[in-house]
Each structure stands twice: as structure tokens, then as C-alpha cells.
Nanobody, 121 residues
Framework: QVQLVESGGGLVQAGGSLRLSCAAS????????MGWYRRAPGKQRELVAI???????NYADSVKGRFTISRDNAKNTVYLQMNSLAPEDTAVYYC???????????????WGQGTQVTVSF
């Protein structure tokens, strides 16, 4: 069984910073990409940032220059450093990992439970 556990969400004023963490645990053989998505009220889930096992990154245009994704492959953990937060960043943030779990047929996407980020004016 594989679990993704997120932490680090909360309430912050506009212009502030937060750091999200997501640790994957369980019977993991290998992890490919890890990343973050978010769903704002009344909107569809969207990609925020993603990083491959080799270190390549991709960011949503709306967060470029403000958010930074990083990984600790030894700990199966991905981070999202969020700076210069704005009210429009308010959303539930979900961790995602494309991984191969032991005892399964191949790689698939796994999701965390989500962590709320609220940015006030």
C-alpha cells in the first residue's frame, strides 16, 4: 500500500510564504514524476508544478518566479516553496506521484489527501 502525506498548508497574508511537503511511503519500487496540483473553489484542478526523477521541472505560468518545486529522492519527498502568495493562490493543494508500487503491474498516479492553502488580502 502506498500513501502520500502532505503537510505545510495554512492561512497566510498576501505577500507571505508557505512551504508544502509531501512524503510517499509504502511498498514503492520506483518514483518517476512528483508534483503539485491545486483546485480553487469553483474551478477545475490544475497543475502547479512537477519535477521528474531526473530533475526537470514544469510550472504553471501563474506561479513561475514565485513557486519552486524540489525533491529529496532518498526520502521520496517533494516540496513546494511558495513565495509572494496572492489571494488567487487560495486552493486545496494536492500532491501527485507517478510511481511503481511493488506487487502491481506498472506505474500509475497516486494522490495525497490535499492540504488547504488560504491567502488573505
Amino acid at each position: 500500500q502506498v500513501q502520500l502525506v502532505e503537510s505545510g498548508g495554512g492561512l497566510v497574508q498576501a505577500g507571505g510564504s508557505l512551504r508544502l511537503s509531501c512524503a510517499a511511503s509504502g511498498s514503492i519500487f520506483s518514483i518517476n514524476a512528483m508534483g503539485w496540483y491545486r483546485r480553487a473553489p469553483g474551478k477545475q484542478r490544475e497543475l502547479v508544478a512537477i519535477m521528474t526523477s531526473g530533475g526537470r521541472t514544469n510550472y504553471a505560468d501563474s506561479v513561475k518566479g514565485r513557486f519552486t518545486i524540489s525533491r529529496d529522492n532518498a526520502k521520496n519527498t517533494v516540496y513546494l516553496q511558495m513565495n509572494s502568495l496572492a489571494p488567487e493562490d487560495t486552493a486545496v493543494y494536492y500532491c501527485n506521484a507517478d510511481l511503481f508500487a511493488i506487487g502491481t503491474m506498472g506505474t500509475r498516479a497516486y494522490w495525497g489527501q490535499g492540504t488547504q492553502v488560504t491567502v488573505s488580502f
